[in-house]
């Protein structure tokens, strides 16, 4: 696997698959890879913690970091190219051109300027990489949505493939933000999963995974309009983590 820091190095030739991460990787990360391996002749996974997506500094702060892992993991999975450019290299001085995507649901209600930053860097990484495909996982639905908002208002030439997310045994979505949660708080946290499964095939799902959540005040339920399929978001807080996670409930991902 090449390891790629600058724009000018990234040479690329042949049908790409890209999938765009900050890092953190872990085994839904790589079912993407895989996904991407078996479709493209090359797979780049760009390595890069976006400061512009965080609207809460700790957030970014406490974000998890280890590059030499994360290189471990993606070389394994059959990564070719990981692009992990500087925040100078995606940003440089003078930088003032941001992408607004409107009708972000709860998930951008609850944090403002979130989805200006996803659009923004994932216009960049598109441009930069200019893959035929780029791959992204169910549990972060709706940035999976803005993306192919994006692809379609500004007539981009890619196809975006969204997967299905991918749990631990005992039901919770994969994410980089589990490793902050104790062991009490995991616990709490299994509500989250199992309320919005309480509310598959319910008359009124939004309610149903509202009482199922015991006690917990979340940011949003809601349904997502997803290309056709019908999905039920939520987001919640344990301690100090906030998580999201969806079901299907009508439909198919394409």
Avoid at 115 to 135: D, E
Avoid at 152 to 169: G, K, M, Q, S
Avoid at 200 to 228: H, K
Wanted: glycine content about 8%; overall charge negative; proline content about 4%.
């Amino acid at each position: 696997m090449k390891i790629v820091r600058s724009i000018a190095e990234l040479k690329l030739e042949g049908d790409v698959g890209l999938v765009p991460t900050m890092g953190a990787l872990h085994d839904g990360h790589i079912a993407l890879f895989r996904a991407a391996r078996a479709e493209n002749d090359l797979v780049v996974a760009s390595l890069f913690v976006n400061a512009a997506q965080f609207d809460e500094q700790t957030d970014f702060d406490a974000y998890a970091r280890d590059e030499a892992r994360d290189e471990r993991i993606a070389a394994d999975a059959g990564v070719d190219v990981l692009f992990a450019p500087s925040a100078d290299e995606m940003y440089p001085a003078g930088f003032v051109t941001w992408v607004d995507v409107e009708g972000t649901g709860g998930e951008g209600v609850a944090r403002p300027g979130h989805f200006r930053g996803v659009a923004t860097v994932c216009l960049k990484l598109f441009n930069i990489v200019q893959p035929r495909c780029a791959y992204f996982g169910q549990k972060d639905a709706q940035q999976a949505a803005v993306i192919r908002k994006l692809v379609r208002d500004l007539n981009l030439d890619i196809e975006i493939r969204v997967h299905p997310t991918v749990r631990d045994a005992d039901g919770l979505a994969l994410s980089s933000r589990n490793v902050r949660l104790s062991d009490s708080e995991r616990e709490r946290a299994l509500a989250l999963p199992r309320a919005l499964q309480a509310a598959i095939g319910s008359a009124d799902p939004v309610a149903t995974a509202r009482a199922q959540l015991n006690g917990m005040n979340p940011d949003y339920v809601e349904l997502l309009d997803f290309d056709g399929a019908l999905l039920l978001a939520a987001a919640v807080r344990v301690g100090s983590t906030r998580l999201i996670d969806n079901v299907l409930l009508k439909g198919e991902l394409r």
